[in-house]
């Protein structure tokens, strides 16, 4: 059974950074993309970032380019999303997501496997 855990979010003034990080475990083959999205109160589930699994393809959202990177440890079956120059409009619950086929990377109902989210709250 594949599980995915989030861990890493909190409280954090506007201007400061968060390291998001997402433990895989279950399932270490066939992935074909790890992707970030995050819902705030009252608005749908948004697209963040996402990775083409073992081949380097990363993509952001417009909203957090430049602010937010991506990276993995395969050894340890861990994605870490890096936060840095956070704004209040961040402020959401965030998730990480497993597909195992092909999809467009912004798509949430492309991937297969959820966390629970972590909560991101930027105060300003």
């Known amino acids: 059974q594949v599980q995915l855990v989030e861990s890493g979010g909190g409280l954090v003034q506007a201007g400061g950074s968060l390291r998001l990080s997402c433990a895989v475990s279950?399932?270490?083959?066939?992935?074909?993309?790890m992707g970030w999205f995050r819902q705030a109160p009252g608005k749908e589930r948004e697209f963040v970032a996402a990775?083409?699994?073992?081949?380097?393809?990363?993509v952001y959202a417009d909203s957090v380019k430049g602010r937010f990177a991506v990276s993995g440890d395969s050894a340890r079956n861990t994605v870490y999303l890096q936060m840095n120059n956070l704004k209040s409009e961040d402020t959401a619950i965030y998730y990480c997501?497993?597909?195992?086929?092909?999809?467009?990377?912004?798509?949430?109902?492309?991937?297969?496997?959820w966390g629970q989210g972590t909560q991101v709250t930027v105060s300003s």
């Open positions: 279950g399932r270490t083959f066939g992935i074909y993309a």
């Open positions: 990775e083409r699994w073992s081949v380097g393809i990363i």
């Open positions: 997501a497993l597909g195992t086929h092909p999809t467009y990377l912004s798509d949430y109902a492309g991937y297969d496997y």
